[in-house]
Every structure is written in C-alpha cells, then in structure tokens.
C-alpha cells in the first residue's frame, strides 16, 4: 500500500464550485505539505504544516484554504474553483530522522471549466 | 535571479552516454540540496542527496560547488529507463521546507 494517498487522483469541476482534496500518510511524519505543479512553473507551495496545531501558508496560498485534521490528514480546498487552478496537485511529507526529504503522493489531477 | 535554475532540455542521449546536468540557486544560505525524478505525470522521488564533498550511488554522482552556487547530476552508462524529468532542490533553511527548480527533461535513445 502507498504511504502517501491522495483523493481523488481526477477532478472535473466548473467555475464557481467548492471542492476538497485530500491526502492521508501512513508515514507517521509530522510534516505536511500541499504543492501545485504546472507545464513550464515547476512545483509550488501552497500551504504546509508542522502539526495539527500548525498551518503555514506557502507561496502561492490565494484562493486556497487547509484543514490538518489528524496527524495523518492534511485537506486542501477551493472555496470558488477558477479555471487557473487547473494544475496537478501533489501532497507530500516528512519528518523522522530524515526531516528534509518530502515523499509525494501520487497527485490529483484536477480541471476547472 | 530565480531561486534555483535548470536547464529545461530536453537532453537527447542515445543510450550508454554519460549525461550531466548543472543548477544554480540564488540564496547563499542554503542547507542542503537534492536531486529528484519525475516521470511523466507521476510524483516526484527523491534520487539522492547532495553533499559537500561529492557524492556516488551507482551511475549517478552529485556534486556541490558552494562558492559558486551549482550542483551537478551526472549519469553514467545512461538507460532508457533513466529517461525522466530531473529537479534540482535546495533547502533554503527556512520554515517553508524544499525549493524546487522546473526540471530538466532527460530522453535516453535507444
């Protein structure tokens, strides 16, 4: 089983809606980190978490809003989905004695009309 | 300057060549640095980590030039299954965790 999940892996949705992103880590870290991936930008930050007590917005959170439900959850919502949201969506986390390095999950490929 | 900068490709190998790719990052305090793979539309894995004095895992070396502000990827006796995305990825010490360069895109040839 993967250690990191993400659901959905595919999201069609239209201008205006509300829509979640979830992930779920059976890594046990600590860390949790939301990122977006488009053609020609590269990975962004979008928000991160330490803890469950401890959001963090990242460099491009605009539009974007959290939830650290658990140790193991980290939630990522469009309050009004606008069509330059459509990207790939990656979770990832980390922690342990290996605190740097971020494990991904598999994405969420999402596209708003 | 961006933060970190690669060389988007892609690079065409034919297969058994050796293949190297530079970086740089912009911010002098920067911790640590990695190399990760992607495939295509796939999640990216980290592939080793860079230290100082230069480091080897089987055909792939990295290396780190501080003074200069680069690493380097080098990949040897190439495969086609070594046919990915390569991103360079610094830790600039902040809170905010990895920045990650675009990639560099590598196609081995058979």
């Known amino acids: 089983d993967a250690d990191v999940t993400q659901t959905p892996r595919n999201r069609i949705t239209k201008t205006g809606k509300r829509i979640m992103l979830e992930c779920s880590q059976t890594k046990g870290h600590d860390r949790m980190y939301w990122y977006r991936q488009d053609p020609g930008l590269g990975l962004r930050l979008i928000y991160y978490s330490f803890d469950v007590k401890d959001i963090n917005k990242g460099e491009i959170s605009d539009g974007y809003s959290v939830s650290r439900q658990a140790q193991a959850k980290f939630s990522l919502s469009l309050e009004s989905a606008i069509p330059n949201q459509t990207a790939l969506y990656f979770c990832?986390?980390?922690?342990?004695?290996?605190?740097?390095?971020?494990?991904f999950g598999p994405g969420t490929r999402l596209l708003v009309l | 300057r961006k933060e970190v900068e690669q060389d988007p490709g892609p690079f065409n190998v034919p297969e058994g060549a050796t293949v190297a790719f530079n970086c740089t990052y912009s911010n002098s305090a920067s911790q640590s640095f990695f190399w990760y793979r992607q495939d295509c539309r796939k999640e990216p894995k980290l592939l080793m980590s860079?230290?100082?004095s230069g480091n080897e895992d089987g055909r792939f070396t990295a290396q780190l030039n501080r003074a200069s502000q680069y690493i380097s990827l080098l990949i040897r006796d190439s495969k086609l299954s070594d046919s990915a995305t390569y991103l360079c990825v610094v830790n600039k010490g902040g809170a905010d965790g990895l920045t990650f360069g675009k990639g560099t895109h590598l196609i081995i040839q058979p």
């Open positions: 860079v230290y100082s």
């Open positions: 990832a986390t980390s922690g342990g004695t290996l605190q740097e390095t971020q494990y």
